[in-house]
Every structure is written in structure tokens, then in C-alpha cells.
């Protein structure tokens, strides 16, 4: 990648070589704060317009750095006689109408006809500012997963989002499964999740003079968090639900 003015470039002046030893400092603090749940207190929300995931914005600004987020996570389900966890799965999109996450999180149903949902993802902060992506979303299923398709997305939070612009700056992919594991209806049944996030930023001043390789810890790491958030509090539902379900009157087996 080619620096222009040392934007996002691995060498700077001594001022700035302390203000990213500064940085650094503040970077482990932040992280720790996302994982406590103690972050700075957001300022006003932005309110740009959604659009769609696969209006993929060239991105060639002098510092442009990739994010992604990847993990799976291993839910046990306590089994109820009769009640197959696939057989729940395969009905799930149609059974809750909201979920209320830490740090802002949520998923709101929209239109649970046609599995239409309204996710926004857990807050993140990253140095003075905090981002919460929100997206509409797709839930169906596929044989015993529960799959999430982002369709349209956009980014909230604190004032820099429209100071800077960064609605314009970003791309971003989304796959989240979960999957229902039961092969013994007397054993302990199991949701696997799975989910995978990668966002594209072109990232502005003041913020594009620090060097590339603190932006991409720190934003891997927020992202990092927030997907965790998402996963864990998700598979929880799904398990509680399953509960409520398999013990409903009339459900048939």
C-alpha cells in the first residue's frame, strides 16, 4: 500500500510514534472495558439511511485496512422426551419477536412471515468513538440451521460516524448459522454456533496517522467481542425457547 503524508504507514515522526505508544496504552484499556461491559458513555446516535451488503463500495483511500471476526461457539441443550432439537430449529425463525443484547445489542422482529429481522450488533468502542452496525436480516432454514443473511446495513453511534463520514467508508459481510445437534434423544443435544464478520474501512483523519497495525488489533479485537456477544446471547435463546416449546400444550411430537 502505497503512504501518502505517512498516513497508516508502520514508520512516523517521533511525535506521532508517542502519540501511537499512547494509543496502545488506551487500546488494552478499551478492550478490557468492552469485555467488562464498562465503556465510555455514548454521545448522541447517528441515523444514516440502510443499504444494501452487496452495494460494494471501491475503497482506495491512502489508508484502507480489513477486519474479520471468526468463531464458533458450543452450546449445550438439556433434551426433552419427544421433543427433537431439529424439529425446533426448523420452526425457531417464527417463535420470538425480540432479543435484547448487552451493550446495546439487539434483533427485532420485523416481518417473522417472511423471517425479516432488524439486528443491530453489539457496541464498539474503538478510542474515543463507539460503532453499533445495524442491518436488516434474513432468517430461514436450511435441513437443521438456523441461517442469518445480512441484506441491508448501516452504522450508528456516537458523532463521528456522520462527522466522518464512515457510512461512506465501509464494507462489510455477515454469515451466522446455528446449528441443532440431537442424535440421541436421550442424550444432551447441542447448538453450534458459527459466525463470521468482515468489515472493509477506509479510515479518515485524525485517525489514518496513527499506524495500520494498531487500527487492525484494535478493530479486530472490538469486532471480536461484539460477534461473541452475539453468538453466545443468540444460542442462549434458542435453548430457552427450545425448552418452552418442547413443553407446550398441544405441540405435537
Known sequence: MQTVSSRCSGSASTSRLAAARSTRGRTVQVVRAMHTGRTSSPTRETSPSMRSVREKKVLNG???INLRAKSRIDTPVNAVAGAALHAY?????????????PLGGKLRSVDTAVGLYEITIPRMQLFDMWLA???SAR?????????????DCMLTGSHHVEQLGLNDRFNVDVAITFA???PDPAAQGRIIS???????????????FMPKPVLETTGNAALAGSLSIL??????????EYHKWAKAPGRSA
Open 231 to 240: 453468538l453466545n446471547t443468540f444460542a442462549q435463546l434458542l435453548a430457552d
Open 180 to 182: 441443532g445437534h440431537h
Open 89 to 101: 430449529m426448523q420452526e425457531s425463525p417464527s417463535l420470538f419477536t425480540e432479543l435484547q443484547m
Open 194 to 208: 458459527d459466525g463470521m464478520i468482515e468489515v472493509q474501512v477506509d479510515i479518515p483523519p485524525p485517525f489514518s
Open 62 to 64: 491512502p489508508c484502507v
Open 133 to 135: 452496525p445495524k442491518a
Open 139 to 151: 432468517l430461514k432454514v436450511d435441513a437443521n440451521k438456523l441461517v442469518i443473511g445480512a441484506e
